[in-house]
């Protein structure tokens, strides 16, 4: 009924950047808070940054100042700009939102992720 597909992910050089983006389609009422998360080898998935619907947004340290999320409710697409990439960002980044599917339901969604990798 509801699907998120990430794309924009790829091999790229330190210092470099990518663009994600992440669209909902399906029966959608409405989108509240979405996020990117990613999760590295060996290690537990992590918030990366917020925004909510009114376009209010955080960020995890290890990304301030490099990264930027955003989001088209027109379009039902969130953005991730990811500037000055580390080899450290490398992970499979996932896109989750909440969203009300009918007047009584609503839930959070994941996609299914799609590689960084940041490597020289």
């Known amino acids: 009924q509801v699907r998120l597909v990430e794309s924009g992910g790829g091999l790229v050089q330190p210092g470099g950047s990518l663009r994600l983006s992440c669209a909902a389609s399906?029966?959608?009422?409405?989108?509240?808070?979405m996020g990117w998360f990613r999760q590295a080898p060996g290690k537990q998935r992590e918030l990366v940054a917020t925004?909510?619907?009114?376009?209010?947004?955080n960020y995890a340290d290890s990304v301030k100042d490099r990264f930027t999320i955003s989001r088209d409710n027109n379009k039902a697409t969130m953005y991730l700009q990811m500037n000055s990439l580390k080899p450290e960002d490398t992970a499979v980044y996932s896109c989750?939102?909440?969203?009300?599917?009918?007047?009584?339901?609503?839930?959070?969604?994941w996609g299914q992720g799609t590689q960084v990798t940041v490597s020289s």
């Open positions: 989750n939102a909440d969203i009300r599917v009918d007047f009584a339901t609503r839930n959070r969604y």
């Open positions: 399906g029966s959608i009422i409405s989108i509240y808070d």
């Open positions: 925004i909510t619907k009114g376009g209010s947004t």
